[in-house]
């Protein structure tokens, strides 16, 4: 601050310094906040402002006079383009009376994408890189296949920004080397390296939304980021949250990039890492592990075959860990527990005992967790039943009881949140057939037993749900 004035700051900028009036530009920094609030509620209903505020905030990308203006600069960038897609899809016109159609909002992508990827490569802060980072992925997702007319400048951007990342992080450890290296700036040299982890998490997130948004045919132009920097991550020398990213980005090419087995190349390099990720002393690597295994089992076809038993090792060293069931852990386990689910499913010929193995995973379940995960897995069950799965129920339906169990828990979640589901209200709907299709196609006694596995608090809750 300048001396006698408290308000006034002074930067410096090129060769120049500036004095300016902090409160003024903590003003500006909230105002912009508000319109990303606005934006963010209205949606659609904010179409009528949506080409001026657009012209506020693109060129406040590098206002470098205030951080927090640049931040909600960039945060606000995804939900412009979330208000111009429902405005498309509402088929609204603005308020000079043209169509918003497909043109329309393309332009808008032309507008809001290529300044984001240019104001990266000036940014001088760490921290906001990372934010222009999350912001590029989340454009990437709602522009979808629009976003494939800006990838060549984005690729170059991103490898010159994991590149400056990997320069500071050398530096850094250069600097912890030296002899008057003290505990003060090991705790500011953690806060950095935090800092660097969190550009190449965005950086990850950003692949990820590109493989969702373009799959297969996005895979050779991502090669060089692939091999040059998440590749050599998966590294067992590698810091636990380097090698949960890299897991994250090939799980991500695993599941939307193996449309004619373009992802098959990666398979021999990341199995390895993968499954001993599985056992990994770190909870999210394992999480990330375990979830991989699933994916690839559902998408690899029989190219995963040989795996199979690898992953049906891996995937019960989690589940039947002791500690399975401590906090940290369950989010790791109940992922285990789907992807169990998914080798089931999509690669029943090659499961040793499948007969076993298949009443093992409905044993583990209802998941009650993660809720993603949860409402998936019991559409899973639901899909099996329906089908009449030769190996769910038992031969003399002993695991009927269990079914009920999960149904009797998962029903009544159904009409609550996102965040308390179990369950979707159409797969209770499901639910509630198969139950009612079991009064006559079940005999009694069996019916009876199964009913009988319920506590009198499980059996008033899914008859207050099935009436």
Same mark, same amino acid.
């Given at each position: 601050?300048?001396?006698?004035?408290?308000?006034?700051?002074?930067?410096?900028?090129?060769?120049?310094?500036?004095?300016?009036?902090?409160?003024?530009? =903590?003003?500006?920094?909230? #105002?912009? !906040?508000?319109?990303?609030?606005?934006?963010?509620?209205?949606? =659609?209903?904010? /179409?009528?402002?949506?080409?001026?505020?657009?012209?506020?905030?693109?060129? /406040?990308? %590098?206002?470098?006079?205030?951080?927090?203006?640049?931040? #909600?600069?960039?945060?606000?960038?995804? %939900?412009?383009?979330?208000?111009?897609?429902?405005?498309? =899809?509402?088929?609204?016109?603005?308020?000079?009376?043209?169509?918003?159609?497909?043109?329309?909002?393309?332009?808008?992508?032309?507008?809001?994408?290529?300044?984001?990827?240019?104001?990266?490569?000036?940014?001088?802060?760490?921290?906001?890189?990372?934010?222009? /980072?999350?912001?590029?992925?989340?454009?990437?997702?709602?522009?979808?296949?629009?976003?494939?007319?800006?990838? #060549?400048?984005?690729?170059?951007?991103?490898?010159?920004?994991?590149?400056?990342?990997?320069?500071?992080?050398?530096?850094?450890?250069?600097?912890?080397?030296?002899?008057?290296?003290?505990?003060?700036?090991?705790?500011?040299?953690?806060?950095?390296?935090?800092?660097?982890?969190?550009?190449?998490?965005?950086?990850?997130?950003?692949?990820?939304?590109?493989?969702?948004?373009?799959?297969?045919?996005?895979?050779?132009?991502?090669?060089?980021?692939?091999?040059?920097?998440?590749?050599?991550?998966?590294?067992?020398?590698?810091?636990?949250? =380097?090698?949960?990213?890299?897991?994250?980005?090939?799980?991500?090419?695993?599941?939307?990039?193996?449309?004619?087995?373009?992802?098959?190349?990666?398979? %021999?390099?990341?199995?390895?890492?993968?499954?001993?990720?599985?056992?990994?002393?770190?909870?999210?690597?394992?999480?990330?592990?375990?979830?991989?295994?699933?994916?690839?089992?559902?998408?690899?076809?029989?190219?995963?075959?040989?795996?199979?038993?690898?992953?049906?090792?891996?995937? #019960?060293?989690?589940?039947?860990?002791?500690?399975?069931?401590?906090?940290?852990?369950? !989010?790791?386990?109940? !992922?285990?527990?789907?992807?169990?689910?998914?080798?089931?499913?999509? *690669?029943?010929?090659?499961?040793?005992?499948?007969?076993?193995?298949?009443?093992?995973?409905?044993?583990?379940?209802?998941?009650?967790?993660?809720?993603?995960?949860?409402?998936?897995?019991?559409? *899973?069950?639901?899909?099996?039943?329906?089908?009449?799965?030769?190996?769910?129920?038992?031969?003399?339906?002993?695991?009927?009881?269990?079914?009920?169990?999960?149904?009797?828990?998962?029903?009544?979640?159904?009409?609550?949140?996102?965040?308390? *589901?179990?369950?979707?209200?159409?797969?209770?709907?499901?639910?509630?057939?198969?139950?009612?299709?079991?009064?006559?196609?079940?005999?009694?006694?069996?019916?009876?037993?199964?009913?009988?596995?319920?506590?009198?608090?499980?059996?008033?809750?899914?008859?207050?749900?099935?009436?």
């Amino acid at each position: 601050p300048v001396e006698g004035d408290d308000e006034l700051e002074v930067i410096e900028v090129g060769d120049k310094r500036i004095s300016i009036r902090t409160s003024v530009l =903590e003003e500006k920094a909230t #105002a912009c !906040n508000m319109l990303c609030c606005y934006v963010d509620e209205l949606k =659609e209903g904010f /179409l009528p402002y949506l080409q001026p505020v657009v012209e506020i905030m693109v060129p /406040l990308l %590098d206002f470098y006079f205030h951080e927090d203006v640049r931040k #909600a600069a960039v945060a606000s960038l995804p %939900d412009i383009l979330r208000a111009g897609k429902a405005a498309m =899809e509402k088929n609204k016109m603005t308020p000079q009376g043209a169509p918003v159609d497909v043109a329309w909002f393309r332009q808008l992508i032309g507008y809001v994408v290529p300044p984001l990827v240019t104001a990266l490569s000036k940014e001088p802060e760490v921290e906001i890189q990372a934010a222009m /980072l999350e912001s590029l992925a989340d454009c990437a997702g709602v522009a979808g296949e629009h976003i494939s007319d800006y990838i #060549a400048s984005m690729i170059v951007e991103f490898q010159s920004t994991l590149k400056r990342s990997l320069e500071r992080r050398a530096a850094r450890n250069k600097r912890a080397e030296t002899e008057d290296f003290d505990g003060e700036e090991m705790e500011a040299l953690n806060d950095e390296q935090a800092a660097e982890d969190e550009v190449f998490d965005q950086f990850a997130e950003c692949v990820g939304s590109l493989l969702r948004s373009l799959h297969a045919p996005v895979l050779p132009t991502l090669e060089p980021l692939l091999a040059e920097y998440v590749a050599p991550m998966l590294a067992p020398e590698r810091s636990a949250e =380097e090698r949960r990213i890299a897991i994250c980005v090939f799980d991500d090419v695993m599941e939307h990039a193996s449309q004619g087995g373009a992802s098959l190349r990666y398979l %021999d390099g990341f199995i390895g890492p993968c499954f001993a990720g599985c056992t990994d002393s770190d909870c999210d690597v394992r999480q990330a592990a375990v979830y991989g295994v699933g994916v690839m089992a559902a998408n690899l076809g029989q190219s995963f075959v040989p795996h199979v038993p690898g992953a049906l090792q891996a995937l #019960a060293a989690v589940i039947q860990a002791p500690d399975a069931r401590e906090e940290d852990n369950l !989010n790791a386990t109940e !992922n285990a527990i789907s992807s169990l689910g998914k080798l089931c499913e999509f *690669q029943r010929t090659a499961i040793p005992s499948p007969e076993q193995v298949v009443p093992l995973w409905l044993g583990y379940l209802p998941l009650t967790e993660d809720k993603m995960e949860a409402r998936l897995v019991h559409d *899973q069950l639901v899909r099996l039943l329906e089908k009449g799965d030769p190996h769910l129920l038992g031969s003399n339906q002993e695991h009927l009881g269990k079914v009920v169990q999960v149904f009797a828990t998962a029903i009544p979640t159904a009409g609550l949140s996102e965040k308390l *589901q179990l369950c979707t209200e159409e797969c209770a709907g499901k639910m509630k057939a198969i139950l009612m299709q079991m009064q006559t196609s079940v005999p009694a006694d069996q019916l009876a037993r199964a009913w009988g596995v319920l506590d009198a608090a499980q059996q008033a809750a899914l008859q207050a749900a099935m009436a």
